[in-house]
């Protein structure tokens, strides 16, 4: 129950984050987020709610990344592990993807992707990480070479942190993000 509130507190101190930055005239463009040990960083236009992960019922015969299919306001929202799905679109050997496992502890939460993408998908992460914005970030640089399609630019914080932008409109539009099945 302890979770659930700190979850709730996040929200609301999100929500309030980003009224007063419009109010101040800053626009945060992120939701800063953790998956499979790496930072990530969604589109706040393309991201949806926010809420903590429930239990999921699982499909049959699909990828080890498909969690299954949970049930947020009456709707069912197919259910992504975005750590595994990445590391799979990326190449990432097993040994490396059960270290990145591992060394997660936190309750995970979902992010959906915003309605109006037709998407129909949440997307599990390890961790929220609040709001950013472009003066968050120190530098920024071009997707690596050979990097899928849905990676937007590489930012660097300040403390040397590595964030990489997920387009969700094209992430939800990948060959390899519909095809589920095993």
Known sequence: MAQRESLKDMQARLAERLKHAQARGVSAAWLAVTAGGNN????LRQSGELLPMTQWQVVPHTQAWFLGVIAIRGSLFGTVDLGQF???ATGANDD?????????EEIPSVVTINPLIEAGCAL?????SGLRSADAFASSSPAPAGAPP????QFFDPQGGQ????NLQTLSQSPQFLSISA
Do not use: K
């Open 40 to 43: 990530y960083l969604l589109p």
């Open 86 to 88: 990445i590391a799979h």
């Open 96 to 104: 490396s993807m059960d270290a990145m496992l591992m060394q997660e």
């Open 124 to 128: 599990q992460v390890s961790r929220l």
């Open 150 to 153: 849905f990676f937007g630019n």
């Open 163 to 166: 964030w990489q932008e997920i």
